[in-house]
């Protein structure tokens, strides 16, 4: 397909788009299907055709919505006027919605306040297409303006043009480290032979995180599209999405996905007739939380166990296959099309000096509007999670904010006004991580808290270094100690001697980070710990304390 | 260590598992391993499928991929073990997934487990012995907007509570 007949599509849809007076968008995302978000679809759909309003009334399938806890959410567009946002919507509720259009009254119960601050405040770059968007029709998506970021590059832009747009952006890996991707597409790009490889690190292991799986069953189209300008970039042909096994719906999407735009002649061979080819394939994961390490990543797409190595070399360098490999998060893909539509400079300018655009945090735990949410960097943590967020529900107080998993830390009240970026999470010893942002009231043990995440990594831990392999199961040992009563005060210099130790000297990530929630408990919430070592009470009761040493 | 989780199942569902007459399941595992060109580097795509195929591998299975694929036993049986996905002894005629992610664990889902655990004396990751409910847990589902989650065979349920989540158990124990 070429450039015009691109154009022509999008034509035709937006003109189909401008002839239909009501556009009904169902969250299509994971949570809102668990909740009968595919019935109430369904339901509409047919009601569209009894009410004869076919042609007239559009139902899509959208990406999240946002408010995941009062799903299924349902938008309506009429014409130019306010949408209307409806949740906890039935197959019943989408009947009376369908009959009330022709006279135009819409119910008025099940509304939701679109002027609340958990949507005016955030600001929609990666997720902007929710709602408009249907995730499984490529028209939509090209209507929307998809695709137009590739016939751009690949029409203008050299691929230097393009790495040095993305380093004008000041974009950083979404991924949790945060390095930034204009430098590892230029090393990649100056490392380029024949058979340079992309990723798409799509392995959401994080407990509390689901703004990958959001993104890429919403609008994989995106990320596809993100994908095929850095293969163009770094002179790549072949590009691997490695998804999580755990996630069936973004599974089906990319699927669809990709065989659409592969159709159009958006990948695979001479796309949009130029010089240009690129396909996609998917590798599924297989439940392994090390495989979103990115050499342990690699081990896995060549069906190896995942198992990192040593760097350097950098994937950068010798990835898969041992070929030049980029590697990026699917967050840092879904940016890229709108840094090459507007500009690095433009994307650069929200933000803090050293994180810019935004970022998409998965609010969970307890809190009043569990859900997701696109927020600019250098947000106060307090915004996101009191303003945002609508603080905590049952009139409780507010305790710790945990960013990053297992990888990540506890925040106490004191640093809510701390601004969200990566240097400033990092001082407080915690990171930026994925985007889990998972908030805990006095009910949660700090101490069974760390214990928790300890648990997660030594079960995780892949076994190949000592430190991790040892250190978390000796670790979760004296924290289970802890949690039943029965610990001393040297075992609590024995932790903290091992949290040092295993952060220091293990081999990849998931070891020199697994002390982190220890380390940051530790900081912030000592008081607990003393309670736990010396007055054997656990202050939020949730541990047994029971005087029993662990099996 | 956590053994499988909801993605086997929800694949299992997709595909024609144990519905499909046992005959064809080889043909159609050999048709996978065609489609990938016997390659090596295809062999967790393989496991997948065969596990959909059959519900779990047993030693036959990977040693049969392994001959195929050329892949030594050991790498295979590697493989099958690292990942916490590939099980490889059969699983209940029901499974109940308990996810234990962090936004589940921080509303309680380790209390809905022990009552499960307790009700039905197994350890998860079990079975009961009358092949009935197979227990296990999940890490993150992604759902966390409906914490806590859990899975009863195909279908997701959020926010269950120790008491609704033992009255479906219960259901499957007495009507097997």
């Given at each position: 397909?070429?450039?015009?007949?691109?154009?022509?599509v999008?034509?035709?849809?937006r003109?189909?788009i401008s002839?239909?007076t009501?556009?009904?968008a169902v969250?299509?995302a994971?949570g809102?299907i668990?909740?009968g978000?595919?019935?109430v679809?369904d339901?509409?759909?047919?009601a569209v055709?009894?009410h004869?309003l076919s042609?007239?009334?559009r139902?899509?399938g959208?990406?999240?919505?946002g408010l995941?806890?009062?799903g299924?959410?349902?938008r309506?567009?009429?014409?130019?006027?306010e949408?209307v946002?409806?949740?906890?919507?039935?197959?019943?509720?989408a009947?009376?919605?369908?009959?009330?259009l022709?006279?135009?009254?819409?119910?008025?119960e099940?509304?939701c306040?679109?002027?609340?601050?958990?949507?005016t405040r955030q600001?929609?770059i990666?997720?902007?297409?929710?709602g408009?968007v249907d995730?499984e029709?490529i028209e939509d998506y090209?209507a929307a303006g998809?695709?137009?970021?590739l016939e751009?590059t690949?029409?203008e832009l050299h691929p230097?043009?393009v790495?040095?747009?993305?380093?004008?952006s000041?974009?950083r890996g979404?991924?949790?480290a945060?390095y930034p991707?204009?430098?590892k597409?230029?090393?990649?790009a100056?490392?380029?032979?024949?058979?340079?490889?992309?990723?798409c690190n799509?392995?959401e292991?994080d407990p509390?995180?689901?703004?990958?799986?959001?993104?890429?069953?919403?609008?994989?189209?995106?990320?596809?599209?993100?994908m095929?300008i850095?293969?163009?970039?770094?002179?790549?042909?072949?590009?691997y999405i490695y998804?999580?096994?755990?996630y069936?719906?973004?599974?089906?999407?990319?699927k669809?996905a990709?065989?659409?735009?592969e159709?159009?002649?958006?990948l695979g061979?001479?796309?949009?007739d130029s010089?240009?080819n690129?396909r996609i394939d998917?590798?599924?994961?297989?439940?392994?939380?090390?495989?979103?390490?990115e050499t342990a990543?690699?081990?896995s797409?060549?069906?190896?166990?995942?198992m990192p190595?040593?760097?350097p070399p950098?994937?950068?360098?010798?990835?898969?296959?041992?070929?030049p490999?980029?590697?990026?998060?699917v967050?840092?893909?879904?940016n890229i099309a709108?840094?090459?539509?507007?500009?690095?400079a433009?994307?650069?300018?929200?933000?803090?000096?050293?994180?810019?655009?935004?970022?998409v945090?998965?609010?969970a735990g307890?809190?009043?509007n569990?859900?997701l949410?696109?927020?600019?960097?250098?947000?106060?943590l307090?915004?996101?999670?009191f303003?945002?967020g609508?603080?905590i529900?049952?009139g409780r107080?507010?305790?710790a904010?945990?960013?990053g998993?297992p990888?990540?830390g506890?925040?106490?009240?004191?640093?809510l006004?701390?601004p969200?970026?990566?240097?400033a999470?990092?001082g407080i010893g915690?990171?930026?991580g994925s985007g889990?942002?998972?908030?805990?009231?006095?009910?949660?043990?700090?101490v069974?808290?760390?214990?928790?995440?300890?648990e997660?990594c030594r079960?995780?831990s892949?076994?190949?270094?000592?430190?991790c392999?040892?250190?978390t199961?000796?670790?979760?040992g004296?924290l289970t100690k802890?949690?039943?009563?029965?610990?001393?005060?040297?075992?609590?210099?024995?932790?903290e001697?091992l949290?040092e130790?295993t952060?220091?000297?293990s081999?990849?990530?998931?070891g020199?980070t697994?002390a982190?929630p220890?380390r940051s408990?530790?900081?912030?919430?000592?008081?607990?710990?003393m309670a736990?070592i010396?007055?054997?009470?656990c202050?939020?009761?949730v541990c047994s304390?029971?005087?029993?040493?662990?099996r | 260590?956590?053994?499988?989780?909801?993605?086997?199942?929800?694949?299992?569902?997709?595909a024609?598992?144990?519905?499909?007459?046992?005959?064809?399941?080889r043909t159609?595992?050999?048709a996978?391993?065609?489609?990938?060109?016997?390659q090596?580097?295809?062999?967790?795509?393989?496991?997948?499928?065969?596990?959909e195929?059959y519900g779990?591998?047993?030693?036959?299975c990977?040693?049969?991929?392994?001959?195929?694929?050329?892949v030594p036993p050991?790498?295979?049986?590697?493989v099958?073990?690292f990942?916490?996905?590939?099980?490889?002894?059969?699983?209940g005629?029901?499974?109940c997934?308990?996810?234990?992610g962090?936004?589940c664990y921080v509303?309680?889902t380790?209390t809905i487990?022990?009552a499960?655990?307790?009700e039905?004396h197994?350890?998860?990751?079990?079975?009961t012995?009358d092949?009935t409910?197979?227990?296990?847990s999940?890490?993150c589902?992604?759902?966390?907007?409906l914490?806590?989650?859990?899975?009863?065979?195909?279908e997701?349920a959020?926010r269950?509570?120790?008491e609704?989540?033992?009255a479906r158990t219960r259901?499957?124990?007495?009507?097997?």
């Amino acid at each position: 397909m070429i450039a015009d007949d691109l154009a022509a599509v999008r034509e035709r849809e937006r003109t189909a788009i401008s002839l239909s007076t009501a556009r009904i968008a169902v969250c299509s995302a994971a949570g809102c299907i668990s909740t009968g978000g595919a019935a109430v679809k369904d339901a509409l759909g047919a009601a569209v055709i009894a009410h004869n309003l076919s042609g007239a009334v559009r139902v899509l399938g959208t990406g999240c919505l946002g408010l995941c806890h009062a799903g299924p959410l349902m938008r309506v567009t009429r014409g130019d006027a306010e949408p209307v946002l409806f949740t906890k919507t039935t197959p019943a509720f989408a009947e009376q919605v369908i009959a009330g259009l022709p006279s135009g009254v819409l119910p008025l119960e099940q509304r939701c306040d679109l002027q609340q601050p958990f949507f005016t405040r955030q600001h929609r770059i990666v997720t902007s297409d929710a709602g408009i968007v249907d995730s499984e029709r490529i028209e939509d998506y090209l209507a929307a303006g998809g695709y137009t970021a590739l016939e751009r590059t690949l029409a203008e832009l050299h691929p230097e043009d393009v790495v040095r747009e993305v380093s004008l952006s000041g974009l950083r890996g979404r991924g949790g480290a945060g390095y930034p991707t204009g430098l590892k597409w230029s090393t990649v790009a100056k490392a380029a032979g024949h058979g340079t490889f992309i990723v798409c690190n799509a392995d959401e292991g994080d407990p509390g995180a689901f703004m990958d799986r959001s993104v890429l069953e919403g609008d994989p189209h995106r990320v596809l599209e993100g994908m095929a300008i850095a293969a163009y970039a770094v002179g790549a042909e072949q590009g691997y999405i490695y998804v999580r096994g755990e996630y069936p719906l973004a599974i089906t999407r990319l699927k669809t996905a990709i065989r659409q735009a592969e159709r159009m002649q958006l990948l695979g061979h001479r796309i949009l007739d130029s010089q240009f080819n690129f396909r996609i394939d998917l590798r599924i994961g297989a439940g392994a939380f090390v495989c979103g390490e990115e050499t342990a990543l690699i081990a896995s797409i060549e069906g190896k166990r995942g198992m990192p190595r040593p760097r350097p070399p950098f994937p950068a360098e010798a990835g898969l296959w041992g070929r030049p490999t980029l590697i990026n998060n699917v967050e840092t893909y879904a940016n890229i099309a709108p840094i090459i539509l507007h500009g690095g400079a433009h994307y650069a300018t929200l933000g803090t000096e050293r994180s810019k655009g935004t970022k998409v945090f998965a609010l969970a735990g307890r809190i009043v509007n569990t859900g997701l949410v696109e927020v600019p960097m250098g947000m106060p943590l307090g915004e996101i999670i009191f303003d945002i967020g609508g603080g905590i529900p049952d009139g409780r107080q507010f305790k710790a904010a945990q960013t990053g998993g297992p990888s990540g830390g506890c925040i106490p009240a004191a640093h809510l006004d701390l601004p969200v970026d990566y240097e400033a999470l990092a001082g407080i010893g915690s990171i930026m991580g994925s985007g889990g942002l998972i908030v805990m009231d006095e009910t949660s043990c700090m101490v069974d808290v760390a214990r928790y995440f300890m648990e997660f990594c030594r079960d995780e831990s892949c076994g190949k270094c000592v430190p991790c392999r040892a250190g978390t199961v000796q670790m979760h040992g004296l924290l289970t100690k802890m949690t039943h009563g029965t610990a001393t005060d040297r075992d609590l210099a024995l932790l903290e001697q091992l949290a040092e130790l295993t952060t220091r000297t293990s081999l990849c990530g998931l070891g020199q980070t697994a002390a982190n929630p220890v380390r940051s408990t530790l900081r912030h919430f000592y008081d607990e710990y003393m309670a736990h070592i010396h007055d054997h009470v656990c202050p939020a009761g949730v541990c047994s304390m029971n005087g029993e040493d662990p099996r | 260590m956590t053994v499988a989780t909801y993605a086997r199942q929800m694949a299992t569902a997709a595909a024609l598992p144990t519905k499909a007459p046992a005959d064809n399941r080889r043909t159609m595992l050999d048709a996978a391993m065609k489609r990938h060109r016997h390659q090596p580097d295809a062999l967790i795509e393989i496991l997948h499928t065969a596990q959909e195929l059959y519900g779990y591998l047993d030693l036959d299975c990977l040693k049969y991929v392994g001959r195929c694929l050329k892949v030594p036993p050991s790498r295979v049986y590697g493989v099958a073990t690292f990942y916490n996905v590939f099980t490889l002894k059969p699983r209940g005629e029901h499974t109940c997934v308990v996810c234990l992610g962090t936004a589940c664990y921080v509303k309680g889902t380790a209390t809905i487990l022990s009552a499960l655990e307790r009700e039905h004396h197994l350890e998860v990751g079990g079975t009961t012995p009358d092949g009935t409910l197979s227990l296990v847990s999940a890490r993150c589902l992604g759902a966390c907007g409906l914490a806590p989650v859990l899975v009863f065979d195909q279908e997701i349920a959020g926010r269950v509570t120790a008491e609704t989540a033992l009255a479906r158990t219960r259901s499957w124990m007495e009507q097997p």
